[in-house]
């Protein structure tokens, strides 16, 4: 059972917004910050957000994350089919939880 | 561009020691900003990040509490790698691992070795 929960599966039609929820506690996402990772299948997880809200370079702008107080969100606008994936959220915790943890992840179905 | 590239048997019986080893290019194993990690992922678990090593000074080592008793991190500067011990498995160990960069995030992931622990 991982300590952020996320809804185990999300979907949406191309072209629309689907937002994906992570919840924690104030030992983790209440007090540091959410990064997101997005794993296409068969792959490796790659870096999609950090410190909340910020994109590496190269992760276009349809993708967007926000945090507040013990959860935190990840939003996709303009759903392509190359979205469709697994994606995790992870943040410090404090407690003997940590010092890394993780959500669940939520497959995301591109209708 | 940093990359990492895992290497390390796949196949264990109960009670071996699983070893695997990253290799880094573009980067330094003793960079002072720089942080190793092992993460694995498995179904019933997800991701679950094991440990990590790093350089500020001297080496440090923090690990996961689930498994503290029986892993070790070790970097090689000689080789620019580090390596990934954990001792005594069993089939709960099943996962892929991923070796991965980052100290505030996981910039960088290997390519994740499958480990298979059965009798």
């Known amino acids: 059972q991982s300590v952020l929960t996320q809804p185990p599966s999300a979907s949406g039609a191309p072209g629309q917004r689907v937002t994906i929820s992570c919840s924690g506690s104030s030992s983790n996402i209440g007090s540091n910050t959410v990064n997101w990772y997005q794993q296409l299948p068969g792959t490796a997880p790659k870096l999609l957000i950090y410190n909340n809200n910020q994109r590496p370079s190269g992760v276009p702008d349809r993708f967007s994350g926000s945090k507040s107080g013990t959860s935190a969100s990840l939003a996709i606008s303009g759903l392509q089919s190359e979205d469709e994936a697994d994606y995790h959220c992870a943040a410090w915790d404090d407690s003997l939880n940590g010092p890394w943890v993780f959500g669940g992840g939520t497959k995301l179905t591109v209708l | 561009q940093v990359q990492l590239q895992q290497s390390g048997p796949g196949l264990l019986k109960p009670s071996q020691t699983l070893s695997l080893t990253c290799a880094i290019s573009?980067?330094?194993?003793?960079?002072?900003?720089?942080?190793w990690n092992w993460i694995r992922q498995s179904p019933s678990r997800g991701l679950e990040w094991l440990g990590r090593?790093?350089?500020?000074?001297?080496?440090?080592?923090d690990y996961a509490v689930s498994v503290k008793s029986r892993i070790l991190i070790n970097p090689d500067t000689s080789k620019n790698q580090f390596s990934l011990q954990l001792n005594s498995v069993t089939p709960e160990d099943t996962a892929v691992y991923y070796c991965?960069?980052?100290?505030?995030?996981?910039?960088?992931w290997g390519q994740g070795t499958l480990v298979t622990v059965s009798s």
């Open positions: 573009g980067d330094s194993v003793s960079g002072n900003s720089a942080a």
């Open positions: 090593t790093y350089f500020r000074s001297k080496w440090y080592n």
């Open positions: 991965a960069s980052g100290e505030i995030r996981f910039d960088y």
